[in-house]
Structures are given as structure tokens and as C-alpha cells.
């Protein structure tokens, strides 16, 4: 049976569970998916506003080295110097203006007033590929310089100054990155989101909440999705070494990308909170199912005893049919010999007859009794029902039972049937009394507490029916199941023999269905015994 409750209770569990689980891991996987959705949209958004500024500064650039300023073969490079300054302060993120010539010469820098003594420049890579290119160029992030109006990197735009087929200048614009932080954090982000900006030589260009990693080389997560492809996520961990999922987004046209970190317990909340629905789930449906479970074990144990005690009252009932023809029969046989008894002392008197006759007459009493006793077990023989209180009935003959139980054992009284009245043999009920306090006693050879109690309930099986529960109930060695089966039986005794005749408890039982009730039974080893006769409450008296 228990192999039967487990696998119901997991029939009922696990479909639950399962169910809870699938709609805790979609829910979770549909919050990633925003979640990464809108990081991607942000990245996408990101990179577009940064190539929009750079094709800007490209155009802008583009349009300063078409200034008829330096369209003469030499050039008035003060009055270039004064329109690059003012042309330079409109344009946002731009830090300074340079001319420089084909060898790398600065020939005009607006950092400086003209005229001042200039270097070469350090990037003469990038004024090579203008000239070869003829192509406008973006620069790598570059430390920055003695001229510099902050302390962070900048990058280089430089456009040709073309005249007819002849490349004549490199025109460059140094933009400083730090204006970029606004691209990057723009629209409310969360104060969560951690953006930076990558440049083609995977150095940070832009980093609005950790402006120190400016200039430094991108991680090396950030590198291999770069060189992977040009959209997704990945995972990684933060400057401070905490664990982060990371969306970006890469510029085809210029190489640089945009990435937004969020830390990945924030990334991963779903999924604990799924895990916390999944288990408050579980633990609910577990003890849905483990109470569902008891409940139905209680009622598989309360059905299987009354199915017992069915069996009991229908085996003990074809037993009291066959008792009581014994008992008429054998009635019939007494009254023969008390017969011939009578006979005898009247054709036969004397003293020596007489003698025989009165050991006779003893077994016949004897056997009048059992007979008694046998007829009130099959419901029958000489009952005299009356009206009467078992508590008053009880409270009258308690020193009997206190004399049958001996010194060794207590007796308690619980009597709360509030003066209840029962229809029934009163001498049978004080007999029965006797015969369980007799019984208690042999069960309690080392002393003990024998608790006569009552209570107003129901009859088992009518629930319509007032009664009134007389329990007797011992702390003896308790009753073998196997043996409990059968104690109500005639003649069934555990004693030795000669030491019982086996009709106690069946007088008990006899005189309980003979009320109307019945009488029922429980004992474990070790734990004593109650045995309990339900008798009906009388009716009101007309």
C-alpha cells in the first residue's frame, strides 16, 4: 500500500512540477530576450549615432580643405590658420585643426597662434595612407598630446587636399573622444548598464561609467566576439572582476563597436526568481499532495477497519446463531437432568442419594450458567432490559471492580455521559464490567491503572443514532493482532487451561448487540487494551 500512495503522490506531483517549471523557464527566457533585445537595439543605436558624428566630421573636414584659402601654389596658410580656428570651434568633439604638408610637416596648427615653430607629425602611417589612399581616413586612438585641452585619448580624422589630380596637403581633425559619452548614455539608460566604445584596434574609446579603462585594450571577451561577427552577446567579466553579459554592436564601415555590459546577476534574476516560483511550486503541491495523501491513507485504514470489523460482526453473528442452537440444545439436555434429579428424589430418598444428587444438582447450575452466558452472545436467552444511567450504574459498583482488580492496580473513573439513560439487562452490564476489570487484572500481573470512562457520541455505522461510549481500558500487555481478531470468539481464551473458559469478552459482545449497540476492541503489545460498548441512548419516556 505504501509502494501505491508514493507512486500516486508522484503521479500527482510531477506533472505539476513539470508544468510549473516549463512556464518558469519560457517566462525566463522571454525576459532574457527582451533583455538582450534592448541592450542589442542600444548597441545598434549606439554605433549609428557614432558613425553619423564621424561621417559628420568627415564631411565637415571635407568641406574646410575645399576653402579657396589653399588653392594657390603658396597658399596664405595665416588666413587658413584663421578660418580653420572659427570653422573648428562649431564644429562639437573638435579639439584642433591640422595642415600638415606632404612630408609631414605641420604647416598650420590652431592649438597654437600662428606662426609659432611646429613639430612633424608622429603619424606619419596614417599621412601615408591619405596620400595613397585619397580616401578620408579615420586615425587610431591616440594618447594625448602637449596640446591636448584634457587628459584623454583623441582620434584623428585626416581628409586629402586634393587640386586637379595632385594631392597637395593632409587635413586633419583631432576629435576627442570624451563628448562621445553622451552618445553612449543617451535616452534614460539604467544606471546598470555599463557602455563603452571599441575602436578597429580594439582599444576603449569611450567609457562613460569607468572613464579610467579609457585608451586601455578591450577585454578579451570583448575581442573574440569582435572578431566572430559583428552582432550578439557575450559573456564576460567587468574591470572589477565581476561577471557581466554583454550585448555589442559592430560598424561595418569604420571597424568600431558599441557594448553594453549589465551585471549578470541582474541578467539572470528571471532565473532566480523562476527557481523561487519553481521551488514556493513545489513545496505547495507537496504539501497539497502529502495531505491529499493522508487523507486518502486515512480513509484506506478507516475503510479497511470497518471492512474488518464487518467481517468480525459477520462471522461473530453465523457464531452466535450456532451458539445459541447449541445452548437451546443443551438447555434441553439440563432440563432432562433436572428431571430425572426431581424423579430420583422422590422415589429415591435418603441420605447417600441425596449426596450424588447435590453434586448433580452443581453441575447443572453450572451448566445453566454457561448456557446464560451463551444465549446472551447470540442475542437471546433471559435478558431483563431496564432503564438505567451507566454512570450512576458504574459509580455503584466501582468497589466491586476495585475488589476483583486487587491492591496492585488503580482504578480511575472518567465518567461524562451527562447522566445519559440506556435500555438494557443492567446485571449483564455489571457482569461485563467484571468480566473486562477480570481480564485487565490477568494483563497486569505487575500493577497498573485500569480508567473506566464514558461519553455521549454516536452509534458506528448510524450516525443518526445517539450513544453512549463505556470504555474500559487497561495499561496491561496489550493484544497480538493475529489473537485480537478472535477475543470476541465463544470459548477462545489465551489463558492456560483450566484457567478460563473463554466466554468473558464474548459476554461483552453478547450484551452490547443485545442493547441495540455494539462492542469494538484495540490493543497494541506493550500499549494495554480499551474495549468499548456503544449502547443507544434511550428514548424519552412518554
Known amino acids: 500500500m505504501r509502494q501505491r500512495f508514493v507512486l500516486l503522490a508522484l503521479a500527482a506531483v510531477l506533472p505539476v ?14 525576459e532574457r530576450s527582451r533583455i538582450r533585445a534592448e541592450a542589442i537595439e542600444r548597441a545598434t543605436a ?14 565637415h573636414l ?66 601615408r595612407r591619405v ?94 566576439a569582435r572578431r566572430q561577427g559583428d552582432l550578439g552577446v557575450y559573456p564576460g567579466t567587468s574591470a572589477l572582476g565581476t561577471p557581466v553579459v554583454t550585448a555589442f554592436r559592430k560598424s561595418e564601415r569604420t571597424g568600431w563597436s ?38 486518502l491513507r486515512r480513509e484506506a485504514i478507516e475503510a479497511r477497519r470497518q471492512l474488518a470489523a464487518l467481517e468480525r ?8 446463531r450456532m451458539t445459541g442452537g447449541v445452548a437451546h440444545d443443551f438447555n434441553n439436555i439440563l432440563t432432562v437432568v433436572t428431571a430425572g434429579i426431581r424423579l430420583i428424589e422422590r422415589t429415591q430418598p435418603g441420605e447417600a442419594v441425596s449426596r450424588y444428587l447435590e453434586a448433580i444438582k452443581e453441575g447443572v447450575d453450572r451448566g445453566t450458567k454457561m448456557t446464560r452466558s451463551l444465549l446472551v452472545f ?37 465518567l461524562e455521559a451527562d447522566g445519559l439513560p440506556v435500555v438494557a439487562d443492567a446485571t449483564q452490564f455489571d457482569l461485563a464490567l467484571l468480566n473486562l476489570a477480570a481480564n485487565a487484572r490477568d494483563a497486569m500481573p505487575s500493577g497498573g491503572t485500569l480508567t473506566i470512562s464514558t461519553a455521549p457520541g454516536k452509534l458506528p455505522g448510524q450516525p443518526s443514532t445517539p450513544a453512549i461510549g463505556v470504555t474500559v481500558a487497561d495499561t496491561g500487555s496489550g493484544i497480538p493482532a493475529e489473537i485480537l481478531a478472535h477475543v470476541f470468539e465463544p470459548f477462545f481464551t489465551t489463558k492456560d487451561e483450566n484457567q478460563g473458559t473463554g466466554l468473558g469478552l464474548s459476554q461483552v459482545y453478547g450484551f452490547a448487540r443485545s442493547a441495540g449497540g455494539l462492542a469494538d476492541i484495540a490493543s497494541e503489545p506493550g500499549r494495554g487494551t480499551r474495549v468499548t460498548m456503544h ?8
Open 17 to 30: 512540477i513539470v508544468l510549473v517549471a516549463g512556464l518558469s523557464f519560457h517566462l525566463l527566457e522571454t
Open 46 to 59: 549606439a554605433i549609428a549615432a557614432v558613425d553619423r558624428e564621424l561621417d559628420a566630421s568627415i564631411q
Open 62 to 127: 571635407q568641406l574646410l580643405a575645399l576653402t579657396p584659402t589653399l588653392d594657390a601654389p603658396e597658399p596664405d596658410f595665416a588666413r587658413f590658420h584663421l578660418l580653420a580656428k572659427r570653422y573648428g570651434d562649431r564644429v562639437p568633439f573638435w579639439d584642433r585643426i591640422i595642415l600638415n604638408a606632404l612630408d609631414g610637416r605641420q604647416l598650420v596648427n590652431t592649438a597654437l597662434p600662428f606662426g609659432t615653430a611646429l613639430p612633424r607629425t608622429v603619424y606619419p602611417d596614417e599621412v
Open 131 to 224: 596620400l595613397a589612399t585619397r580616401a578620408p581616413v579615420i586615425g587610431d586612438l591616440a594618447a594625448p598630446g602637449p596640446l591636448a585641452q584634457d587628459s584623454y585619448p583623441s582620434v584623428r580624422i585626416r581628409v586629402p587636399v586634393v587640386r586637379g589630380d595632385d594631392v597637395r596637403y593632409d587635413l586633419t581633425a583631432v576629435v576627442a573622444v570624451a563628448g562621445m559619452s553622451a552618445i553612449l548614455t543617451g535616452n534614460g539608460l539604467d544606471p546598470q548598464w555599463r557602455p563603452f566604445l571599441v575602436d578597429s584596434q580594439d582599444r576603449i574609446v569611450s567609457a562613460p561609467r569607468a572613464p579610467e579603462m579609457i585608451g586601455r585594450q578591450a577585454g578579451a571577451a570583448a575581442i573574440a
Open 258 to 295: 558599441a557594448h553594453y555590459s549589465l551585471p549578470a546577476d541582474i541578467y539572470n534574476a528571471p532565473l532566480n526568481r523562476a527557481r523561487l516560483v519553481l521551488g514556493a511550486a513545489g513545496l505547495v503541491v507537496a504539501g497539497l499532495t502529502a495531505a491529499f495523501v493522508l487523507l
Open 313 to 320: 460482526t459477520r462471522r461473530l453473528e453465523a457464531v452466535g
Open 378 to 414: 447470540s442475542r437471546g436467552g433471559s435478558a431483563e432490559p431496564v432503564r438505567f444511567v451507566p454512570d450512576e450504574r458504574i459509580r455503584a459498583g466501582a468497589e466491586m471492580v476495585r475488589q476483583t482488580l486487587g491492591p496492585a492496580i488503580g482504578l480511575a473513573l472518567a
Open 535 to 542: 449502547l443507544p441512548v434511550a428514548r424519552s419516556e412518554p
